[in-house]
């Protein structure tokens, strides 16, 4: 699928975050199901303020511009497994295309829309679920979810 799996049991995975100020509402509830999956987060400064606001604790770090070790570093290094950036402003497509440059390079997930990070993480829960292994039909999954049966 191309999605990580959830940590196992003393497996560290990182979720590096960093979203607009007009995405940060949007983004508390993704990030509690991520920590919920055992995810540790990474995020930007504004970022990470909004998360410890809203009891989500996260590691700070450098976004491109502003020093180093920074996002693509930790990128490079392997140490990040998920991406959600959503930009906004001149400096935010510089870091932005050096963050998708990383990302394409190591194969790392990236959504850069909200709707796009709340399907990812749906995706990246459900294909951990009991109900990923169960083979159904369409007409079946489609009753299923409306919750016909």
Known sequence: SGLPSPPAEGETKRAFLSVNNRHKSALVPIAKELRKMRFDLVATEGTSETL????????????????????????????????????????????????????????????????????MVEAIRHLNSDHSKEVRSLQEWHRVNRGED
Do not use: C, F, Q, W
């Open 52 to 119: 410890a606001e809203n009891g989500i604790e996260s590691e700070r770090i450098y976004k491109v511009h502003e020093g180093r070790p920074n996002i693509v570093d930790r990128i490079k290094s392997n140490e990040i497994h998920l991406v959600i950036n959503t930009p906004l402003g001149a400096a935010s497509k510089g870091d932005e295309r050096s963050i998708r440059r990383a990302v394409i390079e190591a194969g790392v997930p990236y959504a850069t829309t909200m709707p796009a990070a709340k399907v």
